[in-house]
């Protein structure tokens, strides 16, 4: 069991908003005091020197604030960092692989699109929560697979973990992914293309109380 409460803004980097590491560690910090619960290290290049500098450099910034980071796909840079878990796809690798490399700690994430079957089988190797979605159209992610509000009910009342909700998730829609049961909602766009990252992931975090 983890440490971390896993509710509320869930909050995503990405490299192209943040063209460099500068950059990212400010608007992570304007999530982070803003009420981001949780980062998420969210980078698909392949420059490893550069992955290996952001993620420790963001370890060492969400730690100020007790906050975990989690690592996106790839759980050698998780461990070697020193970030609190990993998201991992579909593709991106075994969930019970994952937790013998990283520890009973660890907090892992699966994606899980929109199958209550995904998510049943994530729990069984040990995932710490569940992501759906996408539960709208998404400009980061245009080809997600789109997730129906509905699951969200069930994934609530049939999963053991908490559930992410994720794709498209904005100031207008959020309301409706956590009236219908997200425990968590996963963000991009609409938190790190904001004037005021800060005030925007205050009013993502205001929804939960
Ligand atoms: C919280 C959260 N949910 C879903 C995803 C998507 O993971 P994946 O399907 O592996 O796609 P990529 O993000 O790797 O493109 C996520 N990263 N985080
Ligand atoms: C990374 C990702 N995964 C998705 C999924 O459906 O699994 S949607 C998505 C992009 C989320 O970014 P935004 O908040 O900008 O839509
Ligand atoms: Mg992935």
Redesign the pocket.
């Known amino acids: 069991m983890t440490k971390h409460p896993l509710q509320g803004l869930y909050a ?1 980097t990405d490299s192209t908003l943040m063209p460099d590491t500068d950059n990212l560690l400010f608007q992570v910090e304007q999530a982070l005091r803003g009420g981001a619960r949780i980062i998420q290290y ?1 980078d698909k290049s392949t420059d490893q020197t550069k992955r290996l500098q952001q993620a420790l450099a963001l370890v060492d910034l969400c730690n100020q604030y007790h906050r975990p980071l989690l690592i996106n796909d790839d759980t050698e840079l998780a461990r070697a960092c020193g970030a609190h878990g990993v998201h991992l796809g579909q593709s991106d690798g075994n969930i019970s692989q994952a937790r013998e490399y990283l520890g009973r700690e660890a907090i892992i994430g699966s ?1 899980c ?1 929109s199958s209550l079957t995904l998510a049943q089988t994530a729990c069984q190797q040990s995932a710490d929560y569940v ?1 759906f ?2 539960f709208f159209p ?4 245009p080809d ?2 789109p997730a129906p509000i509905t699951l969200l009910a069930e994934a609530g009342s049939t999963l053991p973990v908490p559930v992410v909700a ?4 904005n100031m207008d829609n959020a309301g409706q992914v956590i009236s219908a049961g997200a425990d968590m909602i ?5 938190l790190f293309a904001c004037d005021d990252i800060c005030a925007r992931a205050g009013q993502f975090d205001s929804l939960f109380n």
């Open positions: 995503i969210r994606t699109h992501a979605g996408a998404s400009s980061t992610k997600a697979t994720i794709g498209g998730i996963a963000v991009i766009h609409s």
